[in-house]
C-alpha cells in the first residue's frame, strides 16, 4: 500500500513538474510588453488579433518570430493592411533584439519616422515603404551602424536626396518618393541605390 501511495506521489510530483515546464511561457516580458503596446498606438488592428496579453508572442502571434537560443524576438513584419493607422509607435524601440523589421503596404500609418528606432543596434534590414510617411528622411537612420539594407520607397519623402557618407555600403531604395533636385555625384560610390520614379 506505501509502495503504491509512493508510486502515485511521484506521478502526481512528476505531472505538475511536466505541465509547468510546458505552459511556460517563451516570450520576453520587455518585448511582449512593447508588441502590446505597438498594438494600442496602432488603434489595435484586426490584422494584430492575434496578439493578446494571455498567449505566447513566440509560439502564437503572427507576424513575430523569436530566436530559438535566447527567446528574444528578432522578425517583426507588418504588411498589407488599411485597418494598422496612427504613426510607427516609439515602443519599437524596446524590441532591441530586432534584426529584421517591416512596415509595408500600410497606407493609413502617417507621420515621421520615431527617433527611438536607433535603440535598434543590431537592426539589419529596415523596410518602411509604401506608407503615408512623409517629411524629410531622418538623419540618425543613416547613423545606425548594423544596418545594411534601408528600404523607404513609395512613401511620400520631399526634399534633397540625402548624401551622408555613412551610406556607403548600403543597399538603399529610394524610389517612388518626392524628393527633388539632382542626384549627389557622391551616389556613384554607394554600394546600391535606386532612386527611380522621383522629381
Not at 513584419?77 to 494598422?84: Q, R, T
Not at 533584439?97 to 515621421?112: D, E, H, N, R
Request: net charge neutral; aromatic share 12%; proline share 7%.
Amino acid at each position: 500500500m506505501v509502495n503504491h501511495s509512493l508510486s502515485f506521489l511521484c506521478f502526481l510530483s512528476f505531472a505538475v513538474f511536466l505541465f509547468a515546464f510546458t505552459s511556460a511561457e517563451l516570450c520576453h516580458p520587455q518585448d511582449k510588453a512593447a508588441l502590446l503596446q505597438i498594438k494600442q498606438d496602432f488603434g489595435n488592428p484586426r490584422t494584430l488579433k492575434t496578439w493578446t496579453p494571455e498567449t505566447d508572442c513566440c509560439a502564437d502571434w503572427s507576424l513575430v518570430s523569436c530566436n530559438n537560443t535566447n527567446n528574444r524576438v528578432y522578425f517583426l513584419k507588418v504588411l498589407y493592411s488599411h485597418h494598422v493607422t496612427g504613426f510607427i509607435p516609439p515602443a519599437i524601440g524596446n524590441l532591441t533584439y530586432l534584426t529584421i523589421l517591416a512596415f509595408s503596404k500600410l497606407p493609413k500609418v502617417t507621420g515621421p519616422i520615431p527617433q527611438s528606432i536607433t535603440k535598434l543596434t543590431n537592426l539589419e534590414f529596415l523596410d518602411i515603404s509604401y506608407t503615408g510617411i512623409s517629411g524629410t528622411i531622418p538623419e540618425f537612420l543613416f547613423e545606425m551602424n548594423s544596418l545594411t539594407a534601408l528600404i523607404l520607397n513609395g512613401n511620400k519623402f520631399t526634399g534633397p536626396l540625402p548624401t551622408s557618407p555613412n551610406l556607403l555600403n548600403l543597399d538603399l531604395d529610394l524610389n517612388n518618393n518626392l524628393f527633388t533636385g539632382t542626384i549627389p555625384a557622391i551616389y556613384a560610390s554607394f554600394k546600391g541605390v535606386s532612386v527611380a520614379g522621383n522629381k
